[in-house]
T-cell receptor, first 113, second 113 residues
């Protein structure tokens, strides 16, 4: 079945460690996104990519990094520079311009111990 | 930058009754899309309904319909014949010329049996 797969579903990290969240899609979508969701709040855009080998910062990119070496994959690294990384992370994809429907993965919950 | 505001943090409705969730947005663009997403306890984001701004007719999907008032920049969601499975967080989202969606803060809908 076509869709977006995020892994791991749950992740624990010690302070000072970098962690990478995986996001893979087989929908043949050009655009991919990473959003952060804090308890009881909406989604905030971290990074997005409209095409392979290109990506742009969203509203809260500090402390995060991404890569887009393949169309299907858009991993997110949460670095030790991110001051408050405990959150729920959602990956999404879309066909591209104009801003159309997003298809979401099931999310990854990161907890910093 | 576009902003999306959901003024109702929580709403409740009796099963089988009708409820309306509010959303307003701010934009200088004339062509855009609006969406309502549902996030159940499983945290998977699901598209409920979408509206193209150039269409005057309000979108409808089974028990879900919208009241799109372009001049007032208002986009409310009406859920008819509410069911227990409708209990979730509902997010309003705006998609314009840029290639990403901007989300509101969400409304938690509770359905009473």
């Amino acid at each position: 079945d076509g869709g977006i797969t995020q892994s791991p579903k749950y992740l624990f990290r010690k302070e000072g460690q970098n962690v990478t969240l995986s996001c893979e899609q087989n929908l043949n979508h050009d655009a991919m996104y990473w959003y952060r969701q804090d308890p009881g709040q909406g989604l905030r855009l971290i990074y997005y990519s409209q095409i392979v080998n290109d990506f742009q910062k969203g509203d809260i990119a500090e402390g995060y990094s991404v890569s887009r070496e393949k169309k299907e994959s858009f991993p997110l690294t949460v670095t030790s520079a991110q001051k408050n990384p405990t959150a729920f992370y959602l990956c999404a994809s879309s066909i591209g311009r104009p801003a159309g429907e997003l298809f979401f993965g099931e999310g990854s919950r990161l907890t910093v111990l | 930058a576009q902003t999306v505001t959901q003024s109702q943090p929580e709403m409740s409705v009796q099963e089988a009754e009708t409820v309306t969730l509010s959303c307003t947005y701010d934009t200088s663009e004339s062509d855009y899309y609006l969406f309502w997403y549902k996030q159940p306890p499983s945290r998977q984001m699901i598209l409920v309904i979408r509206q193209e701004a150039y269409k005057q007719q309000n979108a409808t999907e089974n028990r879900f319909s919208v009241n799109f008032q372009k001049a007032a920049k208002s986009f409310s969601l009406k859920i008819s014949d509410s069911q227990l499975g409708d209990a979730a967080m509902y997010f309003c989202a705006y998609g314009g010329a840029g290639n990403m969606l901007t989300f509101g803060g969400g409304t938690r809908l509770m359905v009473k049996p």
